[in-house]
């Protein structure tokens, strides 16, 4: 071999050595810039979701009484205290008792003389109409009319029949003339005297017989209302008479518990006090976020712990929203003013569970979602920006240094998610091999390698 011949073997052999060396720098280098990735495929199937919280013991059902008014408490049962049927909730003392009966007795009894005082108003008042009396008067006053003017007449006629050489006779008769004219002019005036007077007296017996009926519809409702108040009294008085003849009490009309009680010993009532009972045994009651309330339905199955007692399983009965009495928390924990709805579920309190009124346990559900969906993907491999949502899966690039995998963006339609997994609708492949997480953010066209 020449020299020249010796020379191009070793130029050639450094070169290959050279791209040994490059292509083994080119992969350490691959190995620490490419991101290393855990890939999923798409599946069929369901979520699966876990939810809980806390919840207390309530009774079966709860009775309100409400206390007789106007009474002192000489005893009252306790919270929490079990009351046997026919046994006695609360005691009122019996002289206070007695001595309303006989304020109302007496009140009753004045009221009942109001209205017979008012049922006599109602009768109106006897008297003479003023018309009548004025009738009398015109009727009067035109007879004497009619009477002078005959008188006139008369005296009219006699003059003028008389000789004219008779003076003496001519003036006697014409000053009787004067004096029977002038009487029948003042019969006249007390005619039209005594016709004022009595269309006059007509106006005021009109207005006197309108005035005499409303007195009597005043003294008839007068009637009507001081009956309404006898009423009312003599029912109150009923009342206060039956609470006598229970000597007082006012007993349980069923095996109960007080849950909670509005009266004090020694205090007065005024018939806004109540007491709360529960009857018919314990039930469990659970409360929930608001955002489970439509995953909570009867017959769903919840595992729940009574204080440090073993878990057990029961059945959920019913669901419902409730207005919540107090700042008493969710199954978050967070509080809730007294006008805040809260969401809570129902089940039978397990056979042989020793629990009580306002027992605390916790509970926990695990269940399935009602729909099976065509593709499910792992929550971590679900991503979002403002273009909407989408995942990556492996895609293969060919390039100077062969075959590289790469990262492709593919758009999701999310129709439900669990704490793991995301139901979508899209267009990945069952071959597909989505990203499911990566040692470093991935971003769409950048390489990647299955992590070994």
């Known amino acids: 071999m020449d020299k020249k011949t010796k020379r191009r073997a070793w130029v050639l052999a450094g070169f290959l050595i050279m791209m040994s060396v490059c292509t083994v720098l080119s992969r350490a280098a691959a190995s620490v810039l490419v991101a290393q990735v855990q890939v999923e495929k798409t599946g069929r199937g369901k979520l699966s979701y876990s939810y809980g919280g806390n919840g207390t013991v309530v009774p079966e059902q709860e009775k309100t009484i409400f206390l007789w008014a106007g009474q002192q408490v000489e005893w009252a049962a306790e919270t929490g205290s079990a009351v046997k049927a026919g046994e006695c909730l609360i005691q009122f003392r019996m002289e206070y008792l007695q001595q309303a009966i006989q304020s109302k007795q007496a009140e009753l009894t004045q009221l009942e003389i109001q209205v017979q005082q008012q049922e006599i108003a109602a009768r109106g008042t006897a008297r003479v109409p003023s018309a009548e009396r004025a009738l009398q008067n015109l009727e009067d006053a035109q007879k004497k009319l009619e009477d002078a003017q005959e008188k006139e007449r008369k005296v009219q006629e006699e003059y003028d029949q008389i000789d004219g050489s008779a003076l003496e006779g001519q003036q006697e008769l014409k000053a009787a003339l004067d004096q029977a004219q002038a ?41 009507q209302s001081q009956q309404v108040q006898a009423d009312k009294a003599r029912r109150e008085l009923e009342e206060l008479t039956a609470y006598q003849n229970a000597g007082g009490r006012i007993c349980a009309e069923e095996d109960c518990t007080v849950l909670t009680s509005g009266v ?20 469990l009651k659970g409360l929930a976020d608001a955002k489970d309330k439509e995953k909570l339905k009867a017959g769903t199955e919840a595992e729940i712990r009574l204080g440090a007692g073993k878990k057990r399983t029961v059945k959920i ?9 107090g700042s008493e928390g969710g ?12 969401f809570c579920w129902y089940a039978r ?24 969906y065509e593709q499910i993907i792992p929550l971590s491999a679900l991503r979002e920006d403002t273009a909407g949502a989408f995942c990556l899966i ?11 995998q790469t990262a492709k963006r593919i758009p999701v339609t999310v129709l439900e998610k669990d704490a793991q997994k995301a139901a979508v609708t899209s267009t990945l492949k069952e071959s597909d091999q989505i990203i499911a997480s990566s040692e470093k953010y991935v971003e769409e066209g950048e390489r990647v390698r299955i992590k070994e």
């Open 317 to 325: 009965e019913s669901v419902a929203a409730e207005r919540s009495e």
């Open 183 to 223: 009487d029948a002019e003042a019969a006249r005036q007390a005619v039209d005297q005594a016709r004022t007077e009595y269309q006059f007296a007509l106006k005021e017996d009109s207005a006197q017989n309108t005035n005499e009926a409303n007195s009597i519809q005043s003294a008839q409702l007068g009637v």
């Open 394 to 404: 492996l895609a293969e690039e060919k390039s100077m240094l062969g075959t590289v």
């Open 331 to 342: 199954a978050g924990g967070s509080g809730s003013d007294s006008r805040s709805l809260q």
């Open 349 to 372: 309190l397990p056979e042989n569970t020793a629990a009580g009124n306002g027992n605390t346990f916790t509970w926990n559900v695990n269940a399935a979602s009602d729909q099976e």
């Open 264 to 283: 004090q010993t020694g205090a007065f009532t005024t018939g806004a006090e109540v007491m709360v009972t529960g009857i018919g045994g314990w039930k």
